[in-house]
């Protein structure tokens, strides 16, 4: 209750203005505090005897579907509901859940896990069918946001960017991806663009394991997929990791070197606006316009389900790797990214779309 | 290697892995039965169980509970005439109008020995790929999968014989549904007409349920008899003569196996085509090809020794690099992952034992579905003589679920039920339903497999020799069964001049 009591607190204070703060208005803001906590106790007391619907936008029996089953597992009860059930919806690449949870009555009853970086390329790339924004969705927390990498076949001669322009020099240089506007093929044109030579982003595969597939068998020579993804290709021996994409070292990997290091200095901007799309990675959020009360009580109950250590063990267990982050920082990475991306990522994200 | 043959045949007949295998059989056996709930579905929803258990029991109980249901789903599909599963879809065709005649019991033992059988070869040649399964599977790329897609609509041919332009004018139609959805190189939706729901396609479990089951049902419901009609005796015999059946048509059903296996590899192929390819191969081979579709034990006999092959098949490009080929073998795949399991090089040196126990489980556990299934056809067959106005609202409410569950959506049971519509049409005035799904299933792969062969290879990849072989494979397919239908029409000539003459 403490706790959820100094939250409050913060956020009070976040709503007084900054400057020019008087007697007056502090004393208001004080008289608040005891208000806003209560009105928050009475939100949360709301989820009492309600059962919460997490929707997952993919399938049941994927690696989506069970983070999305790991949080419901624990948050139920954090929040104090009755259940927390989780429903797939899968459909148009995760597009058809999030319209519906965009549309759905903000009352917190349903929230879902959203692909981030695959809807904030959607949205900008002015994909047919896109009906939210996501900046307008009232984020809850992340539960990870794993990197991208870039791989080559195993028995690949590719080891630094010399290499790639030395095969450009030849032929093509082949990059795999899955269909066009998907999150693998926005990643794949990127890489076209900053390694400068002669390039084919080859796209049609049904998925990350065939495009392994065909990197295992030396009929490509550069993916960009999800670093868990690449792990597994390398332990199957149909992939050799070489760089992250982004302009940060992964704690998990230190000897990959980042994308930005490799490539040339004026591509930073264009690697680091999609560095942090990819970091919003995989996030609760629940429909725009809930109570910001409401809201809080959802963020809390997630911030102490991510900290607990049955979940933690949990997802040690399940090979599921967390990096969580709260709500407002979502909420915040997502605006920097939408609102600072550069215009030659946006035509990208367009061309991706609109071809 | 004879180590990890024995160690994995040992942890697997474990008491704690044999328990969880036990309650895997019956999840499958239950699901399996019910239309369109299937595998896939019962395998996601009981992942999260698996959770902590070491590795060999998580797939005790998870591939435990999928084999089987191909086999009781062929039980439904010779009861109702309604696929319990996907891969079902021709066990209906020849096992549905045995049970009708009152033949359901022989039906049933044909169907669940055949199966067996299948089983065993499938695990047979995961088990025998093991040695070389890397190379083998490296070998197979894009051009090489796009060849045995059109090896597979060849069948077309031989699924319409007697009635070719019709076939051909199914297939088409089939290959039309193919098209919905978001294409996959443009990413661009087609004929989607605005709706989200189309932009994955059509889902291939409703239109089964639908095309195969929906005609059955309203035949029940118009006729208000029990399956059997009235006419048949009462007394459930021939599970025996089934059985039998198996092992004197023992080539039929070996066939049926090795083609399960040899497509349950290509990625995304699986059992719904794969079942119509052995039984379009079966009719091609039979002495008797007129009878199938109206109660042929070989047409029978090869989509149950076929669906059950698959499974088999479909683990060996997920074993030797990571690459699922149906939805279950993804769901597998994640299991793999979950348990702390790699698959490639591992599962082939550390792990060996674990591979190995993935085939004694296939075998195992339908061993022991057809202990189990055994003392219950009698009851079961017992169903076919319910009447009709009973039977028809369970039936029906077991449709909608079964369309629904995959997805979880209305959209589903519309897409079932104009399959149903389409399914009686057929059925009245004589159009074959098979054509019209290997269309639908293959359009899509076909479409895909040979995008990607062209841009990765250019024209270069015509000349690769598998895709050479496949290619003449395809040829001879073709020019034989072009050959059978001159012989055959020839024949029905020559028989009915003697007829005037005499």
Redesign the interface.
């Known amino acids: 209750m403490a706790g959820t009591f100094f939250k409050q607190a913060e956020n009070g204070r976040a709503f007084a203005p900054a400057k020019g703060l008087s007697t007056l208005s502090l004393v208001a803001a004080l008289a608040l505090v005891p208000l806003t906590a209560a009105r928050a106790a009475d939100e949360c007391a709301f989820f009492k005897d309600k059962t919460v619907e997490l929707v997952v936008p993919f399938?049941?029996?994927?690696?989506f579907?069970?983070y999305g089953?790991m949080v419901a597992k624990y948050m139920g009860d954090e929040l104090g509901a009755a259940n927390m059930i989780v429903?797939?919806?899968?459909?148009?690449?995760g597009?058809?859940a999030t319209?519906q949870t965009w549309a759905a009555k903000p009352d917190g009853l349903r929230i879902q896990l959203i692909a981030a970086s695959g809807m904030i390329a959607a949205e900008f790339g002015g994909a047919?069918?896109v009906a939210f924004k996501t900046n307008g969705f009232s984020w809850i927390g992340r539960v990870s946001g794993e990197p991208d990498v870039i791989a080559t076949g195993p028995d690949s001669p590719i080891k630094s960017l010399a290499d790639i322009a030395k095969i450009g020099g030849e032929r093509t240089v082949?990059i795999g991806s899955t269909?066009?506007?998907?999150p693998q093929?926005i990643t794949a044109r990127l890489l076209a663009t900053v390694i400068e030579t002669k390039s084919?982003v080859?796209?049609?595969?049904?998925g990350a394991?065939?495009v392994?597939?065909?990197l295992?068998?030396g009929?490509?020579d550069l993916f960009a997929s999800s670093l868990s993804a690449a792990e597994?290709?390398e332990?199957?021996?149909?992939a050799r990791t070489l760089w992250v994409f982004g302009t940060e070292r992964e704690p998990s990997r230190p000897e990959l070197v980042p994308l930005s290091e490799v490539v040339d200095a004026k591509f930073l901007p264009l690697i680091t606006v999609q560095a942090s799309v990819t970091a919003a990675g995989r996030a609760l959020a629940a429909p725009p316009g809930i109570a910001p009360e409401r809201l809080q009580c959802l963020r809390d109950a997630f911030d102490r389900t991510v900290a607990s250590t049955a979940f933690l063990d949990?997802s040690r267990?399940?090979?599921?790797p967390v990096e969580p982050l709260s709500g407002k920082r979502v909420a915040e990475l997502i605006k920097t990214a939408t609102e600072g991306a550069p215009k030659e990522y946006l035509d990208l994200l367009h061309e991706?779309?609109t071809? | 290697m004879l180590d990890a043959v024995l160690s994995g045949l040992l942890q697997v007949l474990s008491p704690d892995s044999m328990m969880l295998m036990m309650i895997g059989i019956f999840i499958g056996f239950v699901v399996g039965v019910l239309p369109g709930i299937g595998g896939?579905?019962a395998?996601?929803?009981m992942?999260?169980f698996t959770?902590?258990m070491p590795p060999i029991h998580v797939f005790a109980f998870l591939l435990g509970m999928k084999v089987v249901t191909s086999t009781t789903g062929d039980i439904t599909a010779v009861l109702f005439g309604i696929p319990g599963e996907a891969t079902s879809a021709a066990t209906v065709l020849d096992g549905h109008p045995m049970a009708r005649k009152g033949q359901a019991g022989r039906a049933l033992g044909a169907v669940l020995m055949s199966s067996l059988v299948g089983a065993i070869i499938g695990a047979l040649a995961l088990g025998l790929s093991i040695p070389v399964i890397r190379p083998i599977?490296?070998a197979f790329?894009?051009p090489e999968f796009f060849m045995l897609t059109v090896v597979g609509l060849i069948f077309i041919a031989s699924l319409s014989r007697g009635q070719m332009l019709r076939g051909l004018i199914m297939g088409c139609l089939g290959l039309l549904i193919a098209l919905v959805g978001?294409?996959?190189?443009?990413?661009?939706?087609r004929y989607a007409f605005g709706q989200?729901?189309l932009?994955?396609g059509i889902g291939i479990v409703p239109v089964v349920i639908g095309l195969f089951g929906g005609p059955e049902i309203l035949q029940l419901m118009l006729s208000k008899e029990s399956i059997a009609g009235k006419s048949a005796s009462r007394k459930i015999v021939g599970v025996g003569q089934g059985i039998l059946d198996t092992f004197r048509y023992w080539k039929t059903v070996a066939v049926a196996g090795l083609i399960g296996a040899g497509i349950g590899v290509i990625?995304?192929v699986g059992g719904s085509v794969a079942q119509f390819i052995a039984y379009g191969h079966a009719k091609q081979t039979s002495k008797h090809p007129e009878e199938f579709g109206k109660g042929s034990i070989d047409g029978l006999l090869a989509a149950g020794g076929n669906n059950n092959a698959k499974d088999g098949g479909a683990l060996i490009?997920m074993i030797a690099?990571?690459?699922?080929g149906s939805?279950s073998t993804?769901?597998l795949?994640?299991a793999f992952?979950?348990s702390?399991l790699?698959?490639?090089?591992?599962m082939l040196t550390t792990h060996l034992d674990v591979t190995f126990s993935m085939v004694w489980i296939t075998i195992i556990a339908n061993i022991i579905v057809v202990i189990l299934a055994l003392p219950l056809l009698k009851p079961l067959a017992r169903l076919t003589f319910t009447e009709g106005p009973i039977l028809v609202p369970f039936l029906l409410i077991l449709v909608v679920l079964g369309a629904y569950a995959e997805?979880?959506?209305m959209f589903d049971i519309w897409v079932m039920a104009t399959s149903a519509f389409v399914g009686v049409v057929c059925l009245r005035w004589n159009w074959p339903r098979a054509p019209l799904l290997l269309g639908a299933v293959l359009g899509d792969l076909c479409e895909?497999y040979l995008?990607?062969s062209s841009?990765?290879?250019g024209w270069s990849w015509i000349q690769r020799p598998l895709v050479i072989v496949l290619a003449i494979a395809a040829v001879a397919i073709l020019f034989k069964t072009g050959w059978d239908v001159r012989k055959h029409a020839r024949d029905r000539q020559a028989a009915s001049l003697k007829e005037v003459r005499s």
């Open positions: 399938s049941a029996g994927g690696g579907d069970a089953r429903r797939n919806q899968p459909g148009a690449g597009l058809l319209n047919a069918g082949r269909g066009l506007g998907s093929y084919q080859i796209t049609g595969f049904s394991p065939e392994f597939a065909s295992g068998r009929d490509l597994a290709a332990k199957a021996q149909t949990e267990q399940l090979n599921r991706s779309f071809q | 896939p579905v395998m996601a929803l992942l999260p959770f902590g599977v490296l790329g894009p978001i294409d996959p190189q443009a990413g661009v939706p989200l729901e932009w994955d990625p995304g490009p690099i990571g690459l699922p939805v993804a769901i795949l994640n992952l979950i702390g790699n698959p490639g090089p591992e997805n979880n959506r895909r995008f990607l841009s990765l290879y």
